[in-house]
């Protein structure tokens, strides 16, 4: 080799090993995308308290996650009589030309209400989604509008929907703690069709579908609910999960692969029910309870429950909360208890009446202790800037196989102003819902513990 030569060929090595080395540089000081679209949170479906969070308000791509309000949308109108299961819908060219993942539904034909229902559970059907919101609205881009309208009164202020899908749309954004205020709104709503979610296969012209949410099979009390994914998204996933009367609902965001992310999600149940069994260790069902944060608006007149032991309402003056109507011969002990200064003390004496006529509530949160729930009203009237003023403060206390819960409400609205309470306290981060005066719940919630 010529000294010419060899001094060349010095300088390529130089050449290739600064290459190398600014592509080092790149790589470590180029940000973590997987990292910067993490979020995760754990909340106890049952009260609103959130046992894990990280990220949870940052406004990240919800992907297919966002056909979680799509069924919650569906099973709205499925409730109302809009939409009927066996309901044959048209398939519209706009449905059809959908990006993957899809049915491969055709322009022109129909598709039930249930397999549309079915698709977006299992495939995760992108055209199956257009099917449904344009079923329900003129367009998919109006009823994006009312997708976000419905999350707005559902608590989740930080979310945007633009698409029945979750295709990718720059605009369409959520946060993890809106997706966990959504799922267990879900949960709590339609008791009636939240088992679809723990669909494994579904059949579809000769074609089985499973579902992509592997947890369902791998994780002891996982029974739903929805995964997404967008290549700016990475992998999604809200699960939900029960062991004994308590349930959690989970949500990641920006998992690098399905795998890595559903390993996640476990650990952070896991952690999630060790430390709500510290927090409660006796639980219970709660017949009549919604999660907090989840109902803003919602009247809930349903059917007649199914009894429970006992009611006990402390009040801070002689007039009993609003209390659910019974069904005959199942009538509920209504107790006027001394004034809320003293609610944990036991009453000297007990007043039997029935409530007839009442007036709206709202409702704070559901606790297992009596002073944790006079605590978040008294916190909640603190920082509500006078809305609470001059309104009457109840805890009521309910026992259902002799355990005891206790629902922190505030009392003296009408419609509106119940509606508007909450919708100003949930802008504060308060978890709140509104109680109608006849308030009813189906008596399958009763009897089924696992909401």
């Not at 992509?212 to 700016?232: C, E």
């Not at 605590?375 to 026992?399: F, M, S, T």
Request: glycine share 6%; net charge positive.
């Amino acid at each position: 080799m010529t000294p010419h030569a060899s001094i060349k060929g010095m300088g390529a090595v130089r050449t290739i090993c600064g290459l190398l080395f600014f592509m080092v540089l790149t790589i470590v000081a180029a940000p973590d995308t997987a990292q910067a679209r993490y979020a995760a949170i754990v909340m106890d479906s049952r009260t609103g308290e959130v046992l894990y969070a990280r990220n949870a308000d940052d406004r990240l791509y919800p992907a297919s996650l966002t056909k979680i309000m799509t069924l919650y949308m569906t099973f709205d109108a499925l409730k109302r009589g809009k939409l009927r299961l066996d309901q044959r819908l048209p398939v519209s060219a706009r449905a059809a030309g959908q990006a993957p993942t899809k049915l491969g539904l055709k322009k022109g034909e129909t598709i039930t209400v249930q397999d549309a229902i079915f698709g977006l559970i299992t495939k995760s059907a992108n055209d199956a989604a257009t099917v449904l919101a344009e079923s329900m609205a003129p367009t998919e881009a109006a009823f994006a509008r009312d997708m976000t309208e419905r999350a707005r009164r559902l608590g989740m202020s930080r979310t945007s929907f633009r698409n029945a899908s979750g295709l990718p749309n720059r605009r369409q954004k959520s946060t993890a703690r809106d997706m966990a205020i959504l799922g267990a709104a879900l949960i709590h709503d339609f008791p009636q069709y939240y088992d679809y979610l723990s669909l494994e296969e579904f059949d579809y012209k000769g074609k089985a579908y499973k579902n992509h949410n592997n947890l369902l099979k791998k994780y002891d009390g996982v029974d739903g609910i929805k995964t997404g994914y967008i290549r700016a998204s990475g992998f999604n996933l809200v699960a939900s999960a029960k062991r004994g009367s308590n349930r959690l609902v989970g949500v990641v965001f920006g998992g690098r692969t399905a795998k890595s992310r559903d390993i996640h999600m476990a650990t952070l149940l896991d952690k999630g029910f060790d430390q709500i069994e510290k927090i409660h260790p006796s639980t219970v069902p709660l017949p009549f309870d919604k999660p907090m944060q989840i109902a803003l608006g919602q009247p809930h007149m349903k059917t007649d429950p199914a009894p429970v032991d006992e009611i006990e309402v402390a009040s801070a003056d002689t007039i009993p909360l609003p209390v659910q109507k019974q069904s005959a011969g199942s009538f509920s002990h209504i107790r006027n208890v001394s004034a809320l200064a003293t609610a944990s003390a036991k009453p000297a004496a007990f007043q039997m009446e029935r409530v007839e006529k009442s007036e709206w509530a709202i409702q704070i949160g559901a606790y297992s202790l009596i002073t944790t729930a006079r605590d978040q009203i008294h916190k909640a009237a603190a920082q509500a800037n006078g809305i609470l003023d001059g309104r009457r403060v109840n805890i009521e206390k309910a026992i259902s196989d002799g355990k005891p819960f206790y629902r922190a409400q505030v009392l003296g609205f009408d419609e509106a102003e119940a509606r508007q309470a909450c919708s100003n306290l949930a802008e504060r981060r308060f978890s709140c819902f509104v109680v109608a005066p006849d308030l009813h719940l189906p008596n399958y919630i009763a009897q089924k513990s696992n909401s």
